[in-house]
């Protein structure tokens, strides 16, 4: 059976990333969170455009200041007053200053801004109070960027501050990668949706709502199929429909040993290629990955039914899947921190075991919290209000209360 990061390696050289223009769609920056750049943007701008002062104070010539002090001040006449947003009009002389506040553009002649607070006025005149250094306090011309370089590349993830950069760089649309689109059904006779009534024997089909859920906030589109009952017609119907359509699908349930687990035998009949059949995982073993002989196979992930296994195949192999697929040039694989465990948490030690908690912040260090109740891979109540899983390597049985556990924090996207 294949290790945990034997299959994620398996799964990630199995994703093209989208790439090509076909993939791309033009958008609005003010709805471009959180969407992926698809073309290197390049500014005709410098920033700052213009020398303009960080404070609020006098332009001045340093030569008249450099021997300032509060006991023999430089008296200067002021000549104008620059608020933010105006064009000065005068060239500073010797013996000259300007009025002027931050972000306003230098006057000529002007090479160093005093702080208001080093100084004193008496109407048209200012005393400086101290010495200054050399072109202290003004932000020169194309000192933060130069017109023409690359701004942003291409394949990040655009938040706030990208998209102050491009709002600053007069980009009102741009081209990002489209959502990748994700398929998902779930297979199972005891299955019913969210608003049947239940009738003995029956459960909800949860499954659905959660991969959902997180297929949306990964940043890709669900494209939701429904429940499929454990009859082979049915879900090869199902299943051929989503490979169409999709460029990943997610099935839950049917991929165990059990009389009425279809999917794998499905995937054989449509000459799917299987990739993966079990993962050293708990919870989350009986995984399937599948590629199909067609020129844009989705990447099929034949999920564990249970609802704890669903999660943690996710977390730790779809959504680095779909961001990788999403376009992003960086940062798909799952990053781990090492903290202090809480509680003692134990494995079989046969499987990586996976425990679901919470992080908590002890002055000023993260602390693992294992959930109350049952970590049986059926319960999904306890997995509520967590947002961390802790990790067991194989091997490992016991991490004892204090000792350092590694986890994934479940970020999304
Ligand atoms: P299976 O692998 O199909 O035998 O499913 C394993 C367990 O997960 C069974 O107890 C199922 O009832 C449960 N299960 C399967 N699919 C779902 C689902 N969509 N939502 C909630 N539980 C499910
Ligand atoms: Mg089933």
Same mark, same amino acid.
């Given at each position: 059976?294949?290790?945990?990061?034997?299959?994620?390696?398996?799964?990630?050289?199995?994703?093209?990333?989208?790439?090509? !223009?076909?993939?791309?769609?033009? @958008?609005?920056? $003010?709805?471009?969170?959180?969407? &992926?750049?698809?073309?290197?943007?390049?500014?005709?701008?410098?920033?700052?455009?213009?020398?303009?002062?960080?404070?609020?104070?006098?332009?001045?010539?340093?030569?008249?200041?450099? +021997?300032?002090?509060?006991?023999?001040?430089? &008296?200067?006449?002021?000549?104008?007053?620059?608020?933010?947003?105006?064009?000065?009009?005068?060239?500073? !002389?010797?013996?000259?200053?300007?009025?002027?506040?931050?972000?306003?553009?230098?006057?000529?002649?002007?090479?160093?801004?005093?702080?208001?607070?080093?100084?004193?006025?008496?109407?048209?005149?200012?005393?400086?109070?101290?010495?200054?250094?050399?072109?202290?306090?003004?932000?020169?011309?194309?000192?933060?960027?130069?017109?023409?370089?690359?701004?942003?590349?291409?394949?990040?993830?655009?938040?706030?501050?990208?998209?102050?950069? $491009?709002?600053?760089?007069?980009?009102?649309?741009?081209?990002?990668?489209?959502?990748?689109?994700?398929?998902?059904?779930?297979?199972?006779?005891?299955? @019913?949706?969210?608003?049947?009534?239940?009738?003995? #024997?029956? &459960?909800?089909?949860?499954?659905?709502?959660?991969?959902?859920?997180?297929?949306?906030?990964?940043?890709?589109?669900?494209?939701?199929?429904?429940?499929?009952?454990?009859?082979?017609?049915?879900?090869?119907?199902?299943?051929?429909?989503?490979?169409?359509?999709?460029?990943?699908?997610?099935?839950? #349930?049917?991929?165990?040993?059990?009389?009425?687990?279809?999917?794998?035998?499905?995937?054989?009949?449509?000459?799917?290629?299987?990739?993966?059949?079990?993962?050293? &995982?708990?919870?989350?073993?009986?995984?399937?990955?599948?590629?199909?002989?067609?020129? +844009?196979?989705?990447?099929?992930?034949?999920?564990?039914?249970?609802?704890?296994?669903?999660?943690?195949?996710?977390?730790?192999?779809?959504?680095?899947?779909?961001?990788?697929?999403?376009?992003?040039?960086?940062?798909?694989?799952?990053?781990?921190?090492?903290?202090?465990?809480?509680?003692?948490?134990?494995?079989?030690?046969?499987?990586?075991?996976?425990?679901?908690?919470?992080? +908590?912040?002890?002055? #000023?260090?993260?602390?693992?919290?294992?959930?109350?109740?049952?970590?049986?891979?059926?319960?999904?109540?306890?997995?509520? !209000?967590?947002?961390?899983?802790?990790?067991?390597?194989?091997?490992?049985?016991?991490?004892?209360?204090?000792?350092?556990?590694?986890? $994934?924090?479940?970020?999304?996207?």
């Amino acid at each position: 059976m294949l290790s945990v990061s034997d299959a994620e390696a398996i799964i990630l050289n199995l994703v093209q990333p989208l790439a090509d !223009q076909r993939d791309t769609e033009v @958008v609005d920056l $003010l709805t471009a969170d959180s969407r &992926i750049l698809a073309v290197p943007v390049t500014s005709p701008l410098d920033f700052p455009h213009w020398d303009n002062s960080a404070m609020d104070g006098y332009a001045v010539r340093y030569e008249d200041v450099q +021997h300032s002090s509060a006991e023999q001040p430089a &008296i200067l006449e002021i000549v104008e007053e620059i608020p933010a947003g105006y064009q000065p009009k005068s060239t500073i !002389q010797p013996g000259q200053a300007a009025r002027i506040f931050t972000g306003a553009v230098m006057p000529a002649g002007a090479d160093t801004i005093v702080m208001q607070e080093k100084t004193r006025r008496e109407e048209n005149r200012v005393f400086i109070l101290a010495a200054s250094k050399p072109q202290e306090f003004v932000r020169h011309k194309a000192s933060f960027y130069q017109a023409g370089r690359q701004l942003l590349p291409a394949g990040i993830k655009l938040n706030a501050p990208e998209i102050a950069v $491009l709002a600053a760089a007069q980009c009102p649309q741009l081209s990002v990668y489209r959502r990748p689109r994700v398929a998902i059904f779930s297979t199972g006779d005891e299955l @019913v949706s969210v608003d049947q009534p239940l009738q003995p #024997g029956q &459960i909800v089909d949860s499954n659905q709502y959660a991969i959902a859920a997180l297929v949306r906030q990964s940043g890709a589109e669900p494209l939701i199929l429904g429940i499929v009952k454990d009859d082979p017609v049915a879900l090869e119907k199902v299943i051929a429909h989503a490979v169409a359509i999709a460029d990943i699908v997610l099935s839950s #349930g049917g991929v165990s040993v059990g009389d009425y687990d279809y999917v794998d035998k499905i995937l054989d009949s449509l000459r799917a290629k299987i990739h993966i059949r079990a993962v050293q &995982i708990k919870p989350g073993k009986p995984l399937t990955v599948a590629t199909f002989p067609t020129p +844009h196979s989705p990447l099929y992930f034949g999920l564990p039914g249970n609802p704890g296994a669903v999660l943690v195949t996710f977390w730790r192999f779809v959504l680095p899947a779909i961001k990788k697929l999403s376009g992003i040039t960086e940062s798909w694989e799952p990053v781990f921190l090492k903290v202090r465990s809480h509680d003692e948490l134990r494995s079989d030690g046969k499987n990586e075991t996976y425990l679901w908690g919470k992080l +908590h912040l002890i002055d #000023g260090v993260y602390e693992f919290h294992k959930a109350g109740g049952s970590h049986s891979s059926g319960n999904l109540i306890n997995l509520a !209000q967590t947002n961390a899983l802790a990790v067991l390597p194989m091997g490992k049985t016991l991490i004892s209360p204090q000792e350092e556990v590694q986890v $994934l924090p479940l970020v999304n996207g």
